[in-house]
C-alpha cells in the first residue's frame, strides 16, 4: 500500500476562485506556530461563552488535559439558538431524506423548537446533567435531535451505531451506566425495514440501571412492549413546550461518550468534553471545508453513529450554521445513483465521505455519476483510511468534474477532529497523502525510541502538543487511557496507533494501523474482539484474525480457527454459521469475509501467534520470515489445507 501511495507524483493546486475568498489563507500556520494557545483562543473565540476562561490551557498534569479553564457555555445554544438570534432562525439546518424517498427539513428555528421539547422530555424522565443516555437510532432527524437535547441539560450522550448488536449494546449501556436509551421501532436499510428495538428489549434486559426507553416511530412495524419502562417518542415530546432556556456548562464538562475498538476485546469508551471540542470541530469544519454558511450546501455522508457524523454532521456544521444533507439509506438503494440524485437534487457544494465508497464507485463505473448534474460541487472530502492515489484521482475526475479539491483528513475518534489535512486555499494536493498538521497541531514521526525520523523513513506518528479536542480520558478507566496512548514516549507524546512517513517535501503519508486493529471500509474493529466471539462459539477451540487487505473495504477480516474436535464437520456450513455467529455477536460489519479451518497456527517460542504469517497466506504472499516459530512445517500445513476460493457477501 505504502509504496503505491509514496509514487504518486502529481500535484493538483488550490482553483484560484476558491483561493482568493477562502476562510483561511497560507499565514494561519505561522500565526498558529508562533503562540498556539492564542491560536486557538481565538477560535473559542467563534463560539458564544457564557463566562469566558481564564486560561486557555492547563498541561500541568499530563496526560490529563484542561482546556479554556473556567469558561463556560452550553453547546446546544452554540449550535442553534444563538443562530437563530441572529436572524437566521428560517435557514435550513437539515434537508433529510429517508430511503424510500420521504423527506423532512428542519430550519434552525424547528430544529430548536424540537431540541427544546426533547430537553423537557428527558428533564421530565429524570435525566440530569452528566447522566449518561444511550443513543441507538438509524440516521433519522431524531437521533440529531437526541444529541442535542442532551447537550442542552448536559446529559452525556453515548450514541451506539445501529448496526451493532444487542451484546455490544449491552456491553455498553453497562460501561457508561445508561439510564435511559434512546432508540426506533427500526429503519430502512437496502430496501427494506429492519427492526432496532429487539435488540434494546434484550440489550435492557441483560443490564441495570435503564429506568426508560424512549421509542422513535419510523418505520410503524410491530414492537414487544415493556409497560412502565417503554415510552413513545411522540407522546412524550410532543407535548412539551418548545421553549427551554440552556444552561451553561463548565468547558471540560463532559458531552459525549463513544465507544471505539482497542487492541483488547473491551472497548473503549472515548471522552469528550465540552468547549474545546467544539472549538476543534467548528475551526476545521470552517478552515478545511471552506465553509460559507449563506451559499454552501454540505453533506458528510456517513452515519452519526461514528465520531465523523458526530463532528461533522452535528457539532461542526450547526455550529457554523451550515445547511446539511442527512441521508438514512446506503448508496445503492433503489439505485447505484442514489447519492449523485442527492448532489443534484440539492444542489450539495461539498462532499465528505469515505474511500470505500469511493472504490465501490469505481466498480460500479464512471458512467453511474455520469448521468447526473454534480456541477454544485467545490470541495471534496476522504476520511477513514488511507486513500489510494488511483481513488483519489477517480473522484477528483468523475465526481469533482475535475475542479474540486480534495480533501483527505486524518483523524480519529481520539481525536474529535481533524488533525492532518490540506487547507483548500492553500496546499498543493499531493493525491494519496493527508499532508500537514492542521495549525495548531504538531505530528511527527518517529521511530521506536521516540527519535524524529528523516525523510521517507517509516515510523509511527505521533502528536507532541495537546489540542482542544483530544479524548480526555477512557470513560472510568484513566489507567487504561495513560497506558494505551500515552506511555510509549512519555506522558506528554501521543501515540496514534498508525504508522506513517514523511517525505522529503513534508508531506506524511498514513500507512495504516501498527497495532491489531483492522480497517474495514473506514470502521475500526479489532482483532482480538473477533477473536473472543469466534471461541465464544461451541465448535471452535482458538482463533486468529488478521485484516487482509481488500479492493473495496481496505482490510478484509480473514479469520484461522481450530476447532474443539477433530471429527467435527469442517464444511462450508459450519464456516458460514460462524461467520454468522461473528455478525450477531458484534454486528453485520465484523463478519469475517473468510474463514479457514486449520490445524495448527503458526506462533513463536513464548506463544503468540504469528499474525504477520497469517496475513501473508490472506494475501496471498510468499510468507516472511518463519525461523522464530515453535515449528516452521505449520504453515505448510495451513497452506496445503487452504480452501479455494473465499466466501463472497
Ligand atoms: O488508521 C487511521 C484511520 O482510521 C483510524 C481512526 O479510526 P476511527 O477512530 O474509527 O475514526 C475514523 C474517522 C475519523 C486512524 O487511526 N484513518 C482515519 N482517517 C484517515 C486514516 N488513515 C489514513 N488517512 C486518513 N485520512
Redesign the pocket.
Known sequence: MSETQATEARTFEPPQELAAQANVGPDVYAEAEGDRPAFWAKAAGRLTWETPWDEVLDWSNPPFAKWFVGGKLNVAYNCLDRHVEAGHGDQVAYHWEGEPGDTRTFTYAQLTEEVCRAANALTELGVQAGDRVAIYLPMIPEAVISMLACARIGAVHMVVFGGFSADALASRITDAGATLVITSDGGYRRGSASALKPAVDDAVERTEGVRNVLVVKRTGQDVAWSEGRDLWWDDVVAKQSSEHTAEAFDAEHPLYIMY?SGTTAKPKGILHTSGGYLTQVAYTHWAVFDLKPDTDVFWTAADVG???GHSYIVYGPLANRATSIMYEGTPETPHRGRWFELIEKYRVTILYTAPTVIRTFMKWGADVPEGFDLTSLRLLG??????NPEAWLWYHKNIGGGRCPIM????????GAHM?TPLPGVTSLVPGS?QHPFPGIAAKVVDDEGNELSDDSTGLLVLTEPWPSMLRTIWGDDDRYVDTYWSRFGKTVYF???GAKKDADGNIW?L??VDD?M?VS???ISTTEVESSLVGHPAVAEAAVVGASDPTTGQGIVAFVILRESGTDSGDELVQTLRSHVAKDIGPIAKPRQIMVVQELPKTRSGKIMRRLLRDIAENRELGDVTTLTDSSVMNMIKDKLPAAPSED
Not at 408 to 415: A, G, H, K, L, V
Request: hydrophobic share 35%; charged share 20%; net charge negative.
Open positions: 471505539t461514528w465520531v465523523t476522504s476520511v477513514g483510511e488511507p486513500i483527505d483528513t486524518w483523524w480519529q475518534t481520539e481525536t492532518l493527508a496514534a496507533g498508525d498514513l495504516g494501523r486493529v480497517n473506514g470502521h475500526r
